[in-house]
């Protein structure tokens, strides 16, 4: 059984190497123990599981994941990677997080798993610029994600009183890094004023508390919004990696 390649997920280079999973695992588990007892007549512990047991659940994890990968299910496959990896850490496997995590927009993991890439793998000249590549394109992405909040308005709509002292309170607060009152001020300002740059803070500081569905809706209700936004790219492409992260 062979590792998920490349050439599998999408375009660009191959690791270097394919290795088989059973080999691998058979390889991480050789000096384990296969069952533990409590000592001195005391209730038996559960028993771990054997090797051929940690072997069938390695490979269902890393079946599942490639099925889940080729039907476009991002979080399914990266879950049953990640279960691989954890009973049987490889390069190949380190590959495969990498293109999973970059495909999701997820910056800061996909750019961990090619950095271990990198550092694990005998490459080629060429196959380490590539991925260096991949990582400087995945560093601007972070550099975007970490983008603050909009602290102007540029829209016509003017902002009330009551408004205007929920935004200003709401921008400070964000600046804190006390995300969840940030975001109660940005949604009371919202219901004051309806301007749509309040859609897009709220958006960011959604993803800010792990929340890709409220960020999705924020961020297409900016654009709704505002249609010819001069953001309309970057955040087009944070829809789609907010996108890729939902079930």
Request: charged content about 25%.
């Given at each position: 059984m062979?590792?998920?390649?490349?050439?599998?997920?999408?375009s660009?280079?191959?690791?270097?190497?394919?290795?088989?999973?059973?080999l691998i695992v058979?390889l991480?588990?050789a000096?384990?123990?296969v069952?533990?007892?409590?000592?001195?007549?005391?209730?038996?512990?559960?028993?771990?599981?054997?090797?051929?047991e940690?072997l069938?659940?390695?490979?269902?994890?890393?079946?599942?994941?490639?099925?889940?990968?080729a039907?476009?299910?991002?979080?399914?496959?990266?879950?049953?990677f990640?279960?691989a990896?954890?009973?049987?850490?490889?390069?190949?496997l380190?590959?495969?997080?990498?293109?999973v995590y970059?495909?999701?927009?997820?910056a800061?993991q996909g750019?961990?798993f090619?950095?271990?890439?990198?550092?694990?793998?005998a490459?080629?000249?060429?196959?380490?610029?590539s991925?260096?590549?991949?990582v400087?394109?995945?560093?601007e992405?972070?550099?975007?994600?970490?983008?603050?909040?909009?602290?102007?308005?540029p829209?016509?709509?003017?902002l009330?009183?009551?408004?205007?002292?929920?935004?200003d309170?709401?921008v400070?607060l964000?600046?804190?890094?006390?995300?969840?009152?940030?975001?109660?001020?940005?949604?009371?300002?919202?219901?004051?004023s309806g301007a749509p740059?309040?859609h897009?803070?709220?958006?960011v500081?959604?993803?800010?508390?792990?929340?890709?569905?409220d960020a999705?809706?924020?961020?297409?209700?900016y654009?709704?919004?505002?249609?010819?936004?001069?953001?309309k790219?970057?955040?087009e492409?944070r829809?789609a990696?907010?996108?890729?992260?939902?079930?």
């Amino acid at each position: 059984m062979k590792l998920l390649t490349e050439r599998a997920v999408g375009s660009g280079h191959a690791p270097a190497t394919t290795t088989s999973l059973a080999l691998i695992v058979q390889l991480a588990l050789a000096c384990s123990p296969v069952w533990a007892y409590a000592q001195d007549g005391a209730q038996a512990a559960q028993p771990k599981p054997t090797h051929d047991e940690e072997l069938r659940h390695a490979k269902q994890c890393f079946a599942a994941a490639r099925t889940a990968y080729a039907a476009g299910k991002l979080a399914e496959a990266r879950d049953g990677f990640t279960c691989a990896f954890e009973l049987a850490p490889s390069p190949e496997l380190e590959w495969n997080l990498a293109r999973v995590y970059e495909r999701m927009g997820d910056a800061n993991q996909g750019i961990r798993f090619y950095l271990l890439y990198l550092d694990s793998s005998a490459l080629k000249a060429e196959e380490r610029v590539s991925i260096e590549r991949r990582v400087a394109a995945l560093e601007e992405l972070r550099d975007r994600q970490r983008q603050q909040v909009k602290g102007q308005l540029p829209s016509e709509r003017e902002l009330g009183s009551e408004a205007r002292a929920f935004f200003d309170r709401g921008v400070k607060l964000y600046h804190r890094g006390n995300y969840v009152a940030a975001l109660v001020a940005f949604a009371a300002a919202l219901r004051a004023s309806g301007a749509p740059e309040l859609h897009y803070n709220l958006a960011v500081a959604s993803e800010r508390l792990h929340k890709p569905s409220d960020a999705l809706d924020h961020f297409r209700a900016y654009l709704a919004a505002k249609p010819d936004a001069d953001d309309k790219a970057d955040v087009e492409t944070r829809i789609a990696a907010l996108r890729a992260q939902l079930p």
